[in-house]
């Protein structure tokens, strides 16, 4: 199934550089982001991404196609580096803020980075570990800074003696001469992290030609519900993940929008007070998000009256999630599909219609086609394994040959682990994942890596995670484990080690503990049977 009705140019020399300094230039004088009460208008995001990159040239002597890693939460610092990052001609490596040592010493050995951009208030989790890197060069970021600092600002860890601060690196590169960089379609834009089936994150290599395309595609798809210099995006999706940064960030930059950024979801009363302010005309979020706004007494004196598109993804959007923001907004949601592999949108559903319970049609100039095992295409009305073909397909994992020959099939069809079906309409239902993986609050989850954390605590002979249902996250991760023999280990001992190792999303809700796990005659734990024990 292709959707080739709508044209996109797709200029294999275009770089998302010419997309964001088009926007700096048409509109110099309208806000772009908003954070802390303060505004950063195009013009100002021009200046001060300009000081970043000319900082990184000359101080730090950054080249070309250089991974750097960014490790912040939504704050104004955050859209600063990645555009200085970008004019500076390097790649960005998104880090979750709330992963753990292990998980973060992973992520930078395995993407070469030299320089980290880290939140202040997680500098300890990099202390821990700097020493087992190649990082050189730390620069610490405070809530204030980009925005004129005055604001509350954590610690840096004492250990990151030598650390920079983000706001003396833009005074300093303001001091300096920036010089442009000439990129293409195929240089390094993002490595993109997701679990693999061995429980080591893989770096999904995205190239300025992979989000030059999905942001044209998106716009394509959209029509003329874009209206460019007039829009205003809250986004509480984390600009790290692949989904926030293709539609809230670059999309939405590039069409000259206001952007709300929100620090802190979790914070309901202060993310409801900001969507007050705004009163967005395109929002964005995932099932639990949409769902916990919904909780929230004071959302019924949130003006939605401009709000007029409201896309989720990242995990299922629930029937009556959408039954419920329709009736509070008058905007079904528009469920939409993708993988950090894909930059991430492959369908969404069109913009005008009923909530579906599909993940709609496929972009412009996407292909997908439904694989049965032996790579067939499956029969109109059956199931089979999405696997997707685009412009905004990576072209493979960072530095992973023999993964990425597995991910292919011999057609350069990208193989998605998930389970779909068309309907007549050529609407995709995701109806499966052939993969075991796990997806709490839009975040996926591998179980072999969480398994191989929990089998590392004393006491454990066995273990196997399954994804369990979950009102509030959509799925938890459950634990069954198998004690050795006079173990005293219960369950909170089990979660607190894994809480320890694991990001806050990945660790075990529930722990059960069993004598045995099923087993295939081959001895192959089968989590297919644990997935049905209640």
């Not at 880090?95 to 997680?122: M, W």
């Not at 994992?397 to 990425?404: D, S």
């Amino acid at each position: 199934m292709s959707n080739r009705r709508l044209a996109i140019d797709l200029d294999p020399q275009a770089s998302v550089l010419g997309m964001i300094e088009d926007a700096m230039g048409r509109y110099a004088d309208k806000p772009a982001f908003r954070c802390f009460g303060r505004t950063l208008t195009y013009a100002d995001t021009d200046r001060l991404s300009r000081a970043f990159a000319a900082f990184l040239q000359h101080r730090l002597g950054v080249t070309r196609g250089q991974r750097i890693a960014v490790m912040l939460p939504n704050i104004p610092a955050f859209p600063i580096a990645l555009l200085g990052i970008v004019r500076a001609g390097s790649a960005q490596v998104n880090v979750n803020p709330l992963y753990t040592p292990r998980e973060l010493e992973h992520q930078l050995n395995d993407a070469g980075v030299e320089i980290i951009v880290v939140f202040a208030g997680v500098s300890a989790t990099l202390a821990e570990i700097v020493g087992k890197t190649g990082v050189k060069h730390v620069i610490t970021v405070a809530p204030g800074d980009a925005i004129g600092g005055g604001l509350p600002a954590p610690a840096v860890d004492p250990r990151l003696a030598n650390a920079i601060g983000f706001a003396d690196a833009l005074a300093a590169g303001a001091a300096l001469e920036f010089m442009p960089v000439r990129l293409t379609g195929d240089d390094l834009l993002f490595l993109q992290y997701t679990g693999g089936t061995t429980g080591v994150s893989k770096g999904a290599a995205l190239r300025h030609r992979n989000l030059v395309a999905n942001c044209a595609q998106f716009k394509a798809f959209m029509g003329d519900v874009l209206r460019p210099g007039q829009e205003v995006v809250v986004t509480a999706l984390p600009l790290y993940h692949i989904f926030a940064l293709m539609v809230n960030f670059l999309s939405c930059y590039a069409a000259g929008a206001e952007n709300w950024l929100v620090p802190n979801p979790r914070d309901m009363a202060s993310f409801v007070d900001i969507l007050k302010q705004a009163r967005p005309t395109v929002f964005t979020g995932v099932n639990t998000l949409f769902g916990g706004l919904l909780m929230q007494p004071a959302i019924k004196d949130v003006d939605f009256s401009a709000l007029r598109v409201t896309i989720g993804g990242g995990a299922s959007v629930l029937p009556v999630t959408s039954e419920r923001w329709k009736a509070l907004t008058g905007m079904d949601i528009l469920e939409g599909y993708g993988l950090s592999e894909t930059s991430p949108v492959l369908t969404l559903n069109p913009v005008g219609g009923d909530f579906s319970g599909t993940v709609g049609l496929p972009f412009p100039a996407t292909e997908i086609k439904l694989l049965d095992d032996q790579d067939r295409e499956v029969a109109p009305g059956e199931a089979g394994e999405i696997c997707a073909r685009g412009p905004q397909v990576m072209q493979g994992y960072w530095q992973k040959p023999e993964a990425n020959e597995a991910a292919f099939t011999a057609d350069g069809f990208f193989r998605t682990g998930d389970i779909g079906t068309f309907d007549q309409r050529g609407f995709l239902k995701i109806v499966d994942r052939k993969k075991d993986m796990i997806i709490v609050s839009g975040f996926n989850v591998y179980p072999n890596e969480i398994e191989a954390v929990a089998a590392t605590c004393p006491g454990v002979a066995e273990c196997a995670c399954v994804g369990a249902p979950d009102d509030k996250t959509g799925e938890m991760v459950r634990l069954f484990v198998v004690r050795t023999l006079d173990a005293k280990l219960d369950e909170a001992a089990m979660i607190a080690h894994c809480r320890a190792e694991l990001t806050a999303y990945k660790v075990p809700k529930q722990v059960r503990f069993v004598d045995a796990l099923p087993k295939s005659n081959v001895g192959k734990i089968l989590r297919k049977d644990l997935r049905s024990v209640a």
